[in-house]
């Protein structure tokens, strides 16, 4: 009998450690969850405004045949496409991303080609689609074009 008053105790007292381990457990986990929701994460757009500015610099390669640069500002372009995809998944325009692939895919085409004639309509038809996509999100205020002068003085869009 006194075995078992013992074991019982001893069940009660382990039971209690793992109540309150529990509750600690789970005070830290909405903790961390509380700090990852405060966590930074990029806006819209931020995502936008910097395939803007790769948008321009990949005229400037294409116009100067500086086919590694071109190559590398679709590569920034896509990995800002990649952002909003993973990062703003609540916007509604969100959901319009795709229609921007077959431009992206001739624009890589034409990179890869080294074409300027493809590069020039490809890039065109990127230019268009953007606003296209912009028109159906209901932010056709945002009129894209085809750059006329260099966004930065400090960068040189010849090869070297």
Same mark, same amino acid.
């Given at each position: 009998?006194?075995?078992?008053?013992?074991?019982?105790?001893?069940?009660?007292?382990?039971?209690?450690?793992?109540?309150?381990?529990?509750?600690?457990?789970?005070?830290? @986990? #909405? /903790? *961390?969850?509380?700090?990852?929701?405060?966590?930074?994460?990029?806006? +819209?757009?931020?995502?936008?405004?910097?395939?803007?500015?790769?948008?321009?610099?990949?005229w400037?390669?294409?116009?100067?045949?500086?086919?590694?640069?071109?190559?590398?500002?679709?590569?920034?372009i896509?990995?800002?496409?990649?952002?909003?995809?993973?990062?703003?998944?609540?916007?509604?325009?969100?959901?319009?991303?795709?229609?921007?692939?077959?431009? @992206? #895919? /001739? *624009?890589?085409?034409?990179?890869?080609q080294?074409?300027?004639?493809? +590069?020039?309509?490809?890039?065109?038809?990127?230019t268009?689609?953007?606003?296209?996509?912009?028109?159906?999100?209901?932010?056709?205020?945002?009129?894209?074009?085809?750059?006329?002068?260099?966004?930065?003085?400090n960068?040189?869009?010849?090869?070297?």
């Amino acid at each position: 009998m006194k075995w078992t008053i013992l074991f019982v105790l001893f069940v009660i007292v382990i039971s209690c450690g793992q109540q309150n381990n529990t509750q600690h457990l789970q005070t830290q @986990i #909405d /903790s *961390l969850q509380n700090k990852l929701d405060k966590t930074y994460k990029p806006g +819209f757009g931020e995502f936008m405004s910097s395939i803007q500015v790769h948008h321009e610099k990949l005229w400037f390669a294409g116009q100067a045949q500086n086919w590694k640069l071109a190559d590398f500002e679709m590569g920034e372009i896509k990995e800002a496409l990649d952002g909003i995809r993973e990062y703003n998944t609540d916007r509604p325009e969100a959901a319009s991303l795709p229609m921007i692939d077959p431009a @992206i #895919d /001739s *624009l890589n085409s034409a990179i890869a080609q080294k074409n300027p004639q493809l +590069f020039k309509s490809s890039f065109v038809l990127l230019t268009n689609t953007c606003n296209n996509c912009h028109h159906a999100t209901k932010h056709e205020f945002n009129v894209i074009k085809i750059p006329d002068t260099p966004p930065f003085s400090n960068q040189v869009f010849k090869m070297q």
